[in-house]
């Protein structure tokens, strides 16, 4: 099993930075993509930035890119997502999700595609 943390929301201006982290615990070594989502109150859980085991590629949701950077450091096990000129509407719930390796195909923007989830942390970003 894997177990995934993270840390790092709060209530900012729009304009603002974050920066969200997500430490995994557990059996590490059986983990390969990485993604974080974020879910508004009634409302689906949405892609937003995932980074494969090597870190050589990225993804990222339309209305994040240029503005959101996903980066993950595999000694630590920890990956990252800086945020930056937050929007009031990326106010959500951040969820860190780890997908298993080895699993034969490469899949990343769908919550079906992750294994493991972290609880969440809140960002809200005020007008």
């Known amino acids: 099993q894997v177990q995934l943390v993270e840390s790092g929301g709060g209530l900012v201006q729009a304009g603002d930075s974050l920066r969200l982290s997500c430490v995994a615990s557990?059996?590490?070594?059986?983990?390969?993509?990485m993604g974080w989502f974020r879910q508004s109150p009634g409302k689906e859980r949405d892609f937003v930035a995932a980074?494969?085991?090597?870190?050589?590629?990225?993804h990222y949701t339309d209305s994040v890119k240029g503005r959101f950077t996903i980066s993950r450091d595999n000694a630590k096990n920890t990956v990252t997502l800086q945020m930056t000129t937050l929007r009031p509407e990326d106010t959500a719930v951040y969820l860190c999700?780890?997908?298993?390796?080895?699993?034969?195909?490469?899949?990343?923007?769908?919550?079906?595609?992750?294994?493991?989830w972290g609880q969440g942390t809140l960002v809200t970003v005020s007008s």
């Open positions: 999700a780890a997908r298993r390796a080895n699993t034969g195909t490469y899949s990343y923007r769908g919550s079906v595609d992750y294994h493991y």
């Open positions: 557990g059996r590490t070594a059986s983990i390969g993509n």
């Open positions: 980074i494969s085991w090597s870190g050589s590629m990225t």
